[in-house]
């Protein structure tokens, strides 16, 4: 199983431009997660999906969308990047909601707006 | 205030040295993890608990829920356990994750 994978590792977009930030994963989990990791801050949760076709809006959610079509994957789309938006992203996933579930985190991806 | 405060912000050790990294948080919960973030930015879970205490290899994890305080102990550390430790509490009210901003370990030989 290779877990959670996310592309690119790194990206530098110029202000204005628009990107999607790619996950999936190949353990059939329900649940999926995406979070930003700002320097000296926790991890913010931006989206989650609790399954194909449902999403829905986590603490910092302005200036991005996600869609879940399929179990396995769960991009984060950037529309119009701003030098707020630089950060480094991770996607997770969890087989359900439960508390006793561990979350499998990705590598990350640093994303830079110049 | 943070819901969730670990603490030191940064540690360093000589190898061999018995290592603790503390977690309080403000919120009631559900359960508390221990994630560990790699140099190369990786992030892998290490404990899930919400009593009590559980060992894995030379790591150990305790929990106190009456004062809501969480401790990481490494027993004789080794360069390799270099990295930021993050504590996170699952809310219960809201069923999502709250994080700590992390301990930055450093192990040096």
């Known amino acids: 199983n290779a877990g959670v994978t996310q592309t690119p590792k790194f990206r530098i977009l110029k202000i204005g431009q628009s990107m999607t930030l790619q996950c999936t994963q190949d353990?059939?989990?329900?649940?999926m997660y995406w979070y930003r990791q700002d320097p000296g801050m926790g991890l913010k949760l931006i989206y989650y999906s609790v399954g194909a076709g449902i999403t829905d809006k986590g603490e910092v959610p302005n200036g991005y969308n996600v869609s879940r079509s399929t179990t396995e994957d769960f991009p984060l789309r950037l529309e119009l990047a701003a030098p707020s938006q630089t950060s480094v992203y991770f996607c997770?996933?969890?087989?359900?909601?439960?508390?006793?579930?561990?979350?499998?985190f990705g590598d990350g991806t640093r994303l830079s707006i110049l | 205030k943070n819901e969730v405060e670990q603490s030191p912000q940064n540690l360093t050790a000589q190898e061999g040295e018995f290592i603790t990294i503390n977690c309080s948080y403000s919120?009631?919960?559900?359960?508390l993890h221990w994630l560990q973030q790699h140099p190369g930015g990786g992030i892998v879970s290490l404990f899930m608990?919400?009593?009590g205490k559980k060992k894995h290899g030379r790591l150990i994890a305790t929990i106190n829920i009456q004062e809501k305080h969480s401790s990481l102990h490494i027993t004789a550390s080794h360069p390799r356990d270099s990295a930021v430790y993050i504590c996170?509490?699952?809310?219960?009210?809201?069923?999502?994750?709250?994080f700590g901003t992390g301990t930055r370990l450093q192990v040096f030989p």
């Open positions: 353990m059939n989990h329900n649940y």
């Open positions: 997770a996933s969890s087989y359900d909601g439960s508390p006793n579930q561990p979350q499998h």
């Open positions: 919120v009631g919960i559900s359960a």
């Open positions: 608990l919400s009593s």
């Open positions: 996170a509490v699952r809310s219960y009210n809201t069923d999502k994750l709250i």
